[in-house]
């Protein structure tokens, strides 16, 4: 499943085949789990999203809300879209190098990383990851990279 027409993230949970169901869930419960204040879950772009919503920030380019992190089943894999790390160098280090020290292997895209199982996740890492950015720094990162 690439993109899904489900109009909320439980229903996009429902079509899943099982296995593949528990390991959007855990994913997705992580993410509620440690996500700061002032995002929203909700469905965009086919997937699972976690956003900064338009009555709290609307000076987008694209009159979309800010992506902090997506969720979503693909083909072979599945995908949680951090744009959270991605949009900090710095972050982005200190998780790709919290990672290594786990002892797992990274398998990441620019702001994506891909599991196959829950076994491949390094659960306290991508805790840190999404809590490192609070609502204000994103938004200060996204308005600072227009800028340049």
């Known amino acids: 499943m690439v993109s899904s027409k489900a109009a909320t993230p439980d229903a996009y949970i429902a079509e899943l085949p099982p296995e593949r169901a528990e390991l959007v869930s855990r994913l997705r419960a992580l993410v509620n ?3 700061p204040p002032g995002f929203e879950e909700r469905m965009s772009w086919g997937m699972i999203g976690w956003e900064v919503p338009l009555e709290t920030y609307k000076h987008t380019y694209n009159k979309q ?4 992190a997506a969720l ?3 083909k072979n894999y599945t995908a ?3 744009n959270c790390v991605y949009a900090s160098a710095e972050r982005s280090g200190r ?3 919290a990672w290594a020290a786990h002892g797992k292997k990274l398998d990441m895209g620019k ?3 891909r599991f196959r199982s829950w076994g491949d996740v390094a659960e306290d890492v991508l ?3 999404l ?6 720094t994103f938004i200060a990162e996204y308005e600072a990279s227009r800028a340049s």
């Not at 809590?131 to 204000?136: C, F, G, K, T, V």
């Open 80 to 82: 949680l879209y951090l």
């Open 127 to 129: 805790a840190e990851a």
């Open 131 to 136: 809590s490192a950015a609070p609502l204000d």
């Open 65 to 68: 809300p800010l992506v902090f």
């Open 95 to 97: 998780l790709k190098a």
């Open 33 to 35: 789990g440690h996500i």
């Open 72 to 74: 979503a089943a693909q």
């Open 111 to 113: 702001s994506c990383l």
